[in-house]
């Protein structure tokens, strides 16, 4: 009887143990994800959010694209972005997405040098690349 009983207190042990070192993530694809984490935004009219000027990163900032001409670039931390990937299904922000037809209200993280992500309400995750073009007039 003893030597179950420590059998039993061994197996609770490194159950607890390994369940003590898992823990959440805002990672998508991650195990833990615990999914959206930013609160929706409604752009301000008058108050146009475009970030810093030396983001840093892993850090969302306010961020508003104007979307007429569609959202292929962005202007963010003082220079030009193209769209490179949008990641199906992945959504970062919680709440109701923004109903200004003209504006994309949400978050731009600098994820790498190269890299930052934008997150709004009821998107998709998407990912620009910086460029050395300026972006073609609207037609």
């Keep these: 009887m003893n030597v179950s009983r420590q ?54 900032y306010p961020y508003d694209i104007y979307t007429h001409c569609g959202i292929k670039w962005v202007k963010f931390g003082g220079r030009w972005w193209v769209l490179d990937h949008v990641f199906p299904g992945v959504e970062q922000v919680k709440g109701e997405p923004s109903q200004d037809s003209q504006t994309l209200a949400g978050y731009m993280t600098l994820i790498g040098p190269d890299t930052a992500n934008f997150d709004a309400a009821g998107m998709p995750t998407m990912q620009f690349v910086p460029t050395k073009d300026e972006p073609p007039g609207c037609a």
């Design 7 to 60: 059998a039993a207190v061994l197996l609770l042990s490194a159950g607890l143990l390994l369940s003590g070192c898992s823990s959440s993530s805002d990672n998508p694809g991650d195990e833990g994800y615990t999914g959206p984490t930013l609160a929706a935004r409604t752009a301000t009219m008058g108050k146009w959010q475009k970030g810093p000027k030396e983001p840093k990163q892993h850090k969302p």
